[in-house]
């Protein structure tokens, strides 16, 4: 299958399991994993209708921008941000999905307030308490969101979370359902004026079905749309 029909079967695969659990299909965002994938296979998706590219790495992301690979579609950032590269991130990606430390924060705000820009953020959440990984557990998001609400440059819009490896989909269901929890708990308590709980980012190739049918907004998609990566060659 080429690239545009993983788009498209993608697209149908989403739309069905948000009507399977009376959800509306315009309700689910779905960013294709750009990662490893070059320009011109990232054009190919944009193409055939991705309206979002998530990219991982900066280098990736500057390279493939000056390309003009995005071109089209909205430009997020889901890898991992070190602090030392948020320049060539904030006012580039309009969502940047993966803050994992109020310290990272900081770096962004800084950055947007010396552009004169608000730069739209989710947290990310180590929801299964995965040492490899990074993200707030459960118990830090709350403080963190105490400091990161004080930042004039940034606006919290939601929660993102990378589950554990799953052999099969259902298993990573509880902790869509844990993420969907602390999503709403949060969006209710209502006192932070730059704090909107609007995305909840979870749900990949393997799991975005079950992801939905627990309160996913936006999926991140990869392997489903562009085939495996060969991380083999992976410089
Ligand atoms: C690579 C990646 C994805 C997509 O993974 P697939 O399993 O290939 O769909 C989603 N989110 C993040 C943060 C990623 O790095």
Same mark, same amino acid.
């Given at each position: 299958m080429s690239i545009a029909d993983n788009v498209r079967q993608v697209k149908e695969k989403i739309a069905a399991a948000a009507l399977a659990c009376g959800r509306s299909p315009e309700d689910i965002i779905l960013v294709g994993a750009t990662k490893m994938n070059d320009a011109a296979r990232v054009r190919e998706a944009v193409e055939a209708g991705l309206r979002y590219c998530g990219e991982n790495r900066v280098q990736e992301l500057t390279e493939k921008? #000056?390309?003009? #690979?995005? %071109?089209?579609s909205h430009l997020h950032f889901i890898g991992h941000l070190q602090k030392n590269k948020v320049k060539q991130v904030v006012g580039t990606a309009e969502l940047i999905h993966s803050v994992d430390s109020v310290e990272l924060a900081e770096a962004i705000n800084r950055r947007a307030g010396a552009l004169g820009i608000v730069q739209?953020? /989710?947290? %990310?959440?180590n929801i299964g308490g995965e040492a490899s990984k990074s993200g707030f557990t459960p118990g830090e998001l709350r403080p963190a969101i105490? !400091?990161?609400?004080? @930042? %004039?440059?940034?606006?919290? +819009?939601? /929660? @993102? #979370?990378?589950?554990?490896? +799953?052999? #099969?989909? *259902? *298993?990573?269901?509880?902790?869509? !359902? *844990? @993420?969907r929890k602390l999503y709403i708990d949060i969006g209710e308590e209502k006192k932070y004026n730059n704090v909107i709980m609007g995305i909840l980012s979870m749900g990949m190739s393997a799991d975005y079905e079950v992801a939905i049918s627990e309160g996913a907004s936006m999926v991140r998609v990869g392997t489903g749309i562009f085939g495996a990566r060969n991380y083999g060659t992976a410089k």
């Open positions: 921008n #000056a390309q003009g #690979a995005y %071109e089209g739209d953020i /989710l947290l %990310e959440v105490d !400091s990161i609400s004080t @930042m %004039e440059n940034l606006r919290v +819009c939601g /929660l @993102m #979370a990378i589950p554990p490896v +799953c052999e #099969a989909p *259902e *298993e990573n269901r509880h902790y869509f !359902s *844990e @993420m």
